[in-house]
């Protein structure tokens, strides 16, 4: 039997979510709660391997187990096998062709960013903070030069194992609550640090130091070292994941921080 799961997570005390060596992942930590409900070792499959550092509000996971157990036993039982920081939000029995990453239509990222002079102190580790006055329209004329498909090889991590650098972005929202940004990025998928680089680079435009034809610019010129430094992965959210309606999986939406993240 295939089980597809839900997840939130606060990924600041883990080294991102794909298994390492050295252990403290998101992926063993799931893995390990799960294998003691199947009562044998299990291994979890993610719809996105989010970075060290990296949150996520709605994460879609699924594994294979071949006992039979209540469906509450994959959420609240797992949930008292997990340690602090990961929750469980819901299960659902899948086909077999199902796939939590490979079947995936869309991946949204979102981040949040502190725009104030003075860095954040409860929400530390929550959100990015630039401390220069940034603005809103440079930015989000600059995203616009990367909707489409493209070589995103200027936003790409020298250490990407992807098989190709090509990727798909369908939606850029950019919007200012107060004194934060908030980034909605959508795209079919993602390159190692992609989000994030890109979200630098659109911090240098909204500070002024390009103009925002410059995004195009970079884009074209596929070269990572034109680009800005990787931004914080603080602020980052794995947000949403989209499959097929014939799936009929739960909502993929967060809960609960709809008031602070946005939409």
Known sequence: MRIAIGLEYDGSGFHGWQSQPFGRTLQDAVESAVSFIAGGKTEVSAAGRTDRGVHALSQVAHFDVDVQRPLQAWVRGVNSNLPDGIAVLWAKPVEESFHARFSALFRRYRYVLLN??????????????????????????????????????????????????????????????????????????????????????????????FPPEWMGELLASRNRTLAAPTFSP????????????????????????????GR
């Open 234 to 261: 603080c602020g980052l959210y794995f947000a949403e994941v989209g499959y097929d309606a014939r799936w009929e999986l739960p909502c993929t939406q967060d809960r609960g921080m709809t008031d602070f993240l």
């Open 116 to 209: 104030h002079p003075v860095r954040p102190g409860l929400l530390s580790g929550k959100v990015g903070w630039c401390h220069q006055k940034l603005d809103l329209g440079n930015m989000r004329e600059g995203a616009r030069y990367l909707i489409g498909e493209h070589d995103f090889s200027a936003f790409r991590a020298a250490e990407c194992q992807a098989n190709s650098p090509f990727r798909k972005m369908t939606e850029i929202v950019i919007e200012r609550r107060g004194s934060y940004f908030v980034f909605d990025i959508t795209a079919n998928a993602f390159l190692h640090h992609m989000v994030r680089n890109i979200v630098g680079s659109l911090v240098f435009v909204g500070m002024g130091k």
